[in-house]
């Protein structure tokens, strides 16, 4: 986990469904970086980073933002509501951090009303197999971005936005009227508020391909920051319960403009249980007063809609697919604390097959995931409070044992483990 000379960028990774707590391990890891970049998603993120006695959540503006001097670039590969970013950059210089280092790669593309519109739109018309989705329009805008008639960051700080936004507004109407039964959107009101943005954000606008590859050319330390997790990457995650993006590191390249060889490592971020927000499978879910105690004591609300999130046990099986798919080189496990005080821990080795076999690697379809049982290891439980620990060796020795277990497991090292919410409550190996 350490900066070397040869090793000068980091991607960092949700390893689970996401709020394994990216935005406190790239907030550590930004103190030593020179710019921090987000490549995928968009207001479905909430980051949270507790520093010097503050709790920021960010949701489109990369965690990088408290250190002043460092840029932080929003690439091509993220979906922008210029509304919340200019909510967030407003709420950031409130508090005096400032977002003049803050770039945006004009290929990014918008969110515009009617994709928030026809999110909540297409859930409702799932009816009960919706997705749960944040409801911010993000499937949508990748929709379009796909098909072809999406509005972009350079549309929107330019003089073209009005003509475009129109004819695109006429066509999502005649969407949300005949297919949804819903009420037309208004153009002329939407087009100049999202005029008024578009000049607010003019001068942000910078080629964030061209800023990452001569960062990287001349040495400096880059750090990507991933948003969700790998369990909801368009491909390769439990879908349709999933995010429209690729949380996972191949999408970093595509979602900033680099290539492969510009990636030198990969942290990918779990929790030492497991959460999900929204709908979908979850092996080792615990829809009991354990699961409760873990909601509770780990104040598991999610950080953008606030739902409370779904808790389970640590899932080896997932977090091993994590590490196939990544490719990663480190793993931090935050939330230890969290388990203090409980009796028995369990940790899910693999998966048993309705005719007896076991797997361990996770399986490409929900169809195949339903004849799947968890099959768990139990642990004795450990107890204290952790916060004040500073190396793996003052750790308790069932919480040592905990954590070698899971690397057991996973057949992977942790590099770091964080004991607390705060920037110095975490230990590094
Ligand atoms: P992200 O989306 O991955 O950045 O994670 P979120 O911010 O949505 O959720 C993680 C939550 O856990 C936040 O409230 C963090 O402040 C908190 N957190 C992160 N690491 C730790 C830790 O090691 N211990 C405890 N108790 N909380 C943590
Ligand atoms: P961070 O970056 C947890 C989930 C939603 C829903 C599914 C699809 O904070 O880890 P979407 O609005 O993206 O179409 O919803 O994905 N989801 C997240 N869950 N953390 C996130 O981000 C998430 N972003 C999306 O709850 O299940
Ligand atoms: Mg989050």
Redo the contacts with the bound molecule.
């Keep these: 986990m350490k900066w070397g000379i040869s090793l000068p960028s980091k991607v960092v990774v949700?390893a689970q469904?996401?709020?394994?707590g990216?935005g406190k391990v790239i907030d550590i890891l930004a103190s030593r970086a020179e710019m921090v970049v987000r490549s995928q998603?968009g207001n479905?993120?909430?980051?949270t980073v507790e520093a010097n006695g503050e709790v920021y959540k960010l949701h489109l503006i990369p965690s990088g933002i408290l250190y002043a001097k460092t840029p932080c670039l929003i690439g091509c590969g993220v979906v922008i509501d210029p509304k919340a970013i200019l909510e967030e950059i407003d709420s950031l210089e409130s508090r005096g951090i400032s977002c003049d280092n803050l770039r945006i790669d004009p290929r990014a593309h918008v969110i515009m009303p009617w994709h928030i519109e026809l999110?909540g739109l297409g859930e409702a018309a799932r009816g009960s197999a919706d997705?749960?989705?944040?409801?911010?329009g993000?499937?949508p805008c990748y929709m379009d971005k796909a098909e072809r008639c999406g509005l972009r960051i350079y549309d929107l700080v330019n003089d073209c936005f009005a003509e475009k936004a129109a004819a695109v507004c006429a066509l999502k109407n005649k969407l949300i009227t005949a297919v949804y039964g819903g009420a037309p959107l208004d153009a002329a009101a939407i087009i100049p508020e999202y005029v008024g943005y578009g000049k607010r954000l003019r001068k942000y606008v910078a080629d964030v391909s061209v800023l990452t590859y001569n960062a990287i050319k001349a040495g400096r330390k880059v750090l990507f920051e991933?948003?969700?997790?790998a369990l909801?990457d368009l491909d390769l995650g439990t879908y349709p319960?999933?995010?429209?993006s690729h949380p996972t590191a191949g999408g970093f390249c595509v979602g900033t403009g680099i290539g492969p060889t510009c990636i030198d490592e990969v942290i990918g971020v779990a929790k030492a249980y497991t959460t999900?927000?929204?709908?979908?499978p979850f092996p080792t879910e615990l829809n009991d007063a354990m699961g409760e105690m873990i909601r509770t004591r780990g104040n598991e609300f999610?950080?953008?809609?606030g739902?409370p999130r779904r808790t389970g046990w640590f899932d080896a099986v997932i977090v091993r697919h994590a590490v196939r798919i990544n490719g990663l080189t480190s793993i931090a496990l935050n939330k230890l604390d969290t388990l203090s005080g409980i009796d028995e821990l369990k940790i899910c080795a693999a998966y048993r097959m309705e005719d007896g076999t076991e797997i361990t690697d996770f399986p490409p379809t929900l169809e195949q995931l339903a004849d799947c049982t968890p099959v768990y290891i139990t642990l004795k439980g450990f107890d204290g409070d952790l916060s004040g620990c500073r190396s793996f060796d003052s750790l308790p020795g069932n919480a040592k044992a905990y954590l070698t277990q899971i690397e057991k497991l996973i057949e992977f090292p942790i590099g770091m483990v964080g004991i607390g919410p705060g920037r110095e409550q975490n230990i590094e190996r």
């Design positions: 949700g469904w996401g709020d394994e990216k998603g479905n993120a909430g980051h999110d997705i749960g989705t944040t409801k911010r993000i499937g991933g948003a969700q997790g909801l319960y999933v995010t429209s999900r927000v929204g709908k979908g999610g950080t953008t809609t739902r």
